[in-house]
């Protein structure tokens, strides 16, 4: 991981109040989606005129530039995050990061498994687990003697704090992708105020539609606040398209939304079993036959070429 920039990174929150939604499954996979977008092939009479070998790939015969790479931050002490990409957490994580027991750079650790045919050589990982549980708690109660030693307020201490801690590798990367609890307590609202842009998956029924609207009003807030903040993308998950109810729930979120809602992620058995084989959708459906496989990639390079619209 040498590559370093000369801009900050794109941090975007995945975000929803409720559970359940595909907000790890929409992570995980916009993670390695961008990734895969950041190195590309170079052929071999054209290797003398890559400036810098350092960031050249080699696998299977084949030789690759890496021209950036990703972080996926797992903000969520289940740890889905390293089952889903089959990796192994290591011995520090976020919550030893937060409460400045690890460096970052200690904690970060690479999600390629090249040796089991799934080269990931730009995606990396900061893990989570049960620690972050205690690392919440202990910092929400600082946050509050702070705020009663004058700070302005319990959320911008924690979200100085978050930055500082996380702004030792943030130069590192091109796109640092969270991966959010549900829920909003103090902490959250914290992550929320460190990334940049939100998306929000979102299931095609009442409820996550309720929660939806909750969510997109969090974030208007916030800019009221002078939070520079946006909404980038709302992706409706689990999509039957036959299903008139979920044909209207898509409708409704376009009407409201207008050209914030990416395309319906379909339901499928595919996106499904994915995290069992501790594969992404890319590399599960490696020829796109899955229309699922096809609508996440609409959404990475929805990310990628910048196609959205200021919340």
Not at 247 to 267: S, Y
Request: hydrophobic share 40%; with cysteine; glycine share 8%.
């Amino acid at each position: 991981m040498a590559i370093k920039k000369n801009r900050p990174a794109e941090v975007l929150a995945v975000i929803n109040r409720k559970g359940g939604v595909g907000k790890t499954t929409t992570a995980v996979n916009l993670a390695h989606g961008l990734s895969r977008k950041l190195i590309r092939r170079v052929k071999a009479d054209d290797l003398d005129r890559v400036p810098d070998t350092s960031h050249l790939y080699r696998y299977k015969g084949h030789t690759y530039i890496i021209t950036g790479n990703v972080l996926l931050i797992d903000f969520d002490a289940q740890g889905l995050c390293a089952r889903a990409l089959g990796v192994e957490s290591g011995e520090s994580d976020l919550g030893e990061v937060l409460l400045g027991e690890q460096h970052p750079s200690q904690a970060v650790i690479s999600a390629s498994r090249a040796a089991d045919g799934y080269p990931r050589p730009n995606l990396w990982l900061l893990p989570a687990s049960d620690n972050l549980e205690r690392a919440k708690e202990i910092l929400q109660s600082r946050s509050i003697v702070y705020f009663m030693d004058g700070y302005e307020n319990k959320d911008q201490w924690l979200l100085n704090f978050l930055a500082r801690r996380l702004s030792l590798v943030l130069d590192r990367f091109t796109y640092i992708i969270l991966d959010c609890a549900p829920g909003l307590d103090t902490f959250s609202m914290a992550v929320h105020r460190f990334a940049r842009e939100a998306i929000v998956p979102v299931k095609p029924d009442f409820l996550s539609m309720t929660g939806t609207q909750q969510n997109t009003d969090h974030v208007k807030e916030m800019q009221l606040r002078g939070v520079d903040i946006n909404i980038h993308t709302i992706i409706p998950t689990f999509y039957v398209e036959k299903q008139r109810m979920d044909q209207q729930m898509v409708a409704d979120l376009k009407q409201h939304h207008g050209e914030l809602v990416g395309d319906p992620i379909p339901r499928s058995q595919l996106v499904a079993e994915a995290p069992g084989y501790q594969m992404t959708v890319f590399e599960i459906d490696p020829g796109y036959g899955n229309p699922a496989t096809v609508a996440y990639q609409k959404l990475v390079d929805r990310v990628y070429y910048g196609q959205k619209v200021e919340g």
